[in-house]
């Protein structure tokens, strides 16, 4: 089973961070520790990561929206949130957090370049976390309570459920009500400290760190992830690219074995074509292993394509890539630079020597009376050409 890496960064970067590693449903971690980030994500060996971020870095505040789709909620909400920062909001990454009750929306504003700061040693690492939270929302919530951790002189305090500040010991009566307005407390510390009498305690744990809070706590519908927008992971289109590498790889060699195919005229033709039908065969075999009697393999390719195709509409890439793959194929003087899927489409760039290829490659995908081209761009230079096309369900 799966496990998971918390990893908790200092508020100053020259601090070690501290790290605790879990088995899904234990009560104690595997292993835990203290150092450098770098040190750290040597611990990460395919478990999950979740990141806490320190809460001072940011502002955590809410906006109220008529806006429930998630693109169009980005896009409104530094508008809604300009008059209130110092900052331009062209500098700012906006995060939000679930839709409350009331209509709210939680909100999480940090510098753009303090998530570039914050993600630069996982990117070098080639890590992808899967969760970047503040750490004041890693604390437990109780509406009835507000929760408090003391670490030395850094109070966390989670006054709602997306809602929370950082303040220093010293200060804490200062941005804490006293007197009649103090509210109840839900106390988190390692070593005990010595609170005003004005605050009640109503329930305290015993926890040295936000991130030991988290693995007993953590509500995901309560947090707020910071991985989002350009930030966002990419892992579902390397998800649909790892599922369309065996279709392509098989569709590609379809095509060079129906092209040699027509070329046997001698005995070294005949010895390659031979040759490229047993790679066809292997690749189909790694791709299908459940098939373990090959009869016909280009009906039974198409077959088990078919069934990959009708997978479901998140296959819809894998769907357009497979049948896109032998009309690119069979174009040899035309390079696939990059591949894009958005809003349904397949948005292919391409390279090559000339622009007669593309009229080829039209040839190709006239062919295939499933699929629609359109071509975006062709533009012809000293390098050769550039072309963009987009390709769609017919």
């Not at 006054?159 to 109840?184: F, R």
């Not at 390397?238 to 001698?266: C, F, G, H």
């Amino acid at each position: 089973m799966r496990e998971t890496l918390l990893i908790h960064l200092p508020a100053v970067p020259e601090q070690p961070c501290v790290w605790r590693r879990w088995e899904t449903g234990a009560t104690q971690p595997s292993r835990d520790g203290s150092g450098p980030l770098d040190e750290v994500l040597g611990e990460v060996g395919g478990a999950r990561v979740i990141v806490l971020a320190p809460a001072e870095r940011m502002t955590l505040t809410q906006v109220e929206l008529p806006v429930r789709q998630a693109s169009r909620l980005l896009q409104a909400i530094p508008f809604a949130l300009e008059e209130q920062l110092a900052e331009d909001v062209d500098a700012l990454h906006f995060a939000p957090g679930p839709r409350q009750a009331d209509g709210s929306t939680p909100v999480a504003v940090v510098s753009i370049e303090q998530m570039q700061n914050w993600l630069a040693p996982f990117n070098e690492a080639g890590i992808q976390p899967d969760v970047l939270m503040p750490d004041v929302l890693a604390l437990p919530y109780d509406e009835a309570l507000v929760t408090l951790h003391i670490d030395g002189q850094r109070c966390l305090v989670r006054s709602g459920k997306a809602a929370g500040y950082v303040a220093p010991l010293s200060l804490l009566t200062s941005v804490l009500p006293t007197g009649a307005e103090a509210p109840a407390l839900f106390l988190l510390q390692g070593e005990k400290t010595a609170l005003p009498d004005d605050y009640t305690i109503g329930r305290s744990l015993p926890l040295a760190q936000p991130l030991d809070a988290y693995s007993q706590f953590a509500d995901p519908a309560l947090r707020i992830n910071l991985l989002q927008g350009a930030f966002a992971p990419r892992r579902a289109t390397e998800k649909w690219l790892q599922a369309a590498r065996w279709p392509a790889a098989l569709a590609a060699s379809w095509v060079l074995v129906s092209t040699l195919a027509l070329a046997v005229n001698n005995h070294q033709k005949q010895r390659e074509y031979e040759a490229l039908q047993d790679r066809a065969q292997d690749e189909f075999s790694q791709a299908f292993p459940q098939i373990t009697r090959i009869v016909d393999l280009r009906v039974q390719a198409e077959q088990q394509l078919e069934r990959l195709i009708s997978g479901g509409s998140e296959d819809v890439f894998l769907s357009l890539l497979s049948r896109s793959s032998a009309a690119l194929a069979s174009v040899s003087e035309l390079k696939v630079d990059g591949v894009q899927f958005r809003d349904s489409a397949l948005y292919i760039s391409l390279s090559g020597s000339d622009l007669q290829a593309l009229e080829k490659l039209r040839a190709e995908f006239a062919k295939i009376s499933s699929l629609a081209l359109d071509v975006q761009s062709a533009q012809a230079g000293t390098d050769g050409v550039q072309i963009r096309l987009k390709v769609d369900q017919a």
